[in-house]
């Protein structure tokens, strides 16, 4: 079992920055890939990124690779989601997840544990 809880989001204007917190809790969160997700009224949950538990290995979406960076410190159970010059389509809610599976997953349906959002909103 893995409980995920995000922080971090809030109001930036266009070119800003913020970074997202995704605290872990539960044995299993040490050896689970984390992901991280945002989305849109009525639209699907898409991929931003994801880091690996073995080698912190992280693997972005392509429209945030230069801008975003993901990592992990397994001392305290967090992930976090530096984004930088943020952009008025980076608007979302932002979700991290864990993932058991062999290689670290994009796609939702390959993610069992969720948290339970944060909004981000670029002004521009």
């Known amino acids: 079992q893995v409980q995920l809880v995000e922080s971090g989001g809030g109001l930036v204007q266009t070119g800003g920055s913020l970074t997202l917190t995704c605290l872990g809790s539960?044995?299993?969160?040490?050896?689970?890939?984390v992901g991280w997700f945002r989305q849109l009224p009525g639209k699907e949950r898409e991929f931003v990124g994801v880091?690996?538990?073995?080698?912190?290995?992280?693997y972005y979406e392509d429209s945030v690779k230069d801008r975003f960076t993901i990592s992990r410190d397994d001392a305290v159970n967090a992930v976090f989601l530096q984004m930088k010059n943020l952009k008025p389509e980076d608007t979302a809610v932002y979700y991290c997840?864990?993932?058991?599976?062999?290689?670290?997953?994009?796609?939702?349906?390959?993610?069992?544990?969720w948290g339970q959002g944060t909004q981000v909103t670029v002004s521009s």
């Open positions: 997840a864990a993932s058991m599976y062999l290689l670290p997953p994009r796609v939702v349906h390959e993610y069992l544990y």
């Open positions: 539960g044995r299993s969160f040490a050896t689970a890939h």
């Open positions: 880091i690996t538990w073995h080698d912190r290995t992280a």
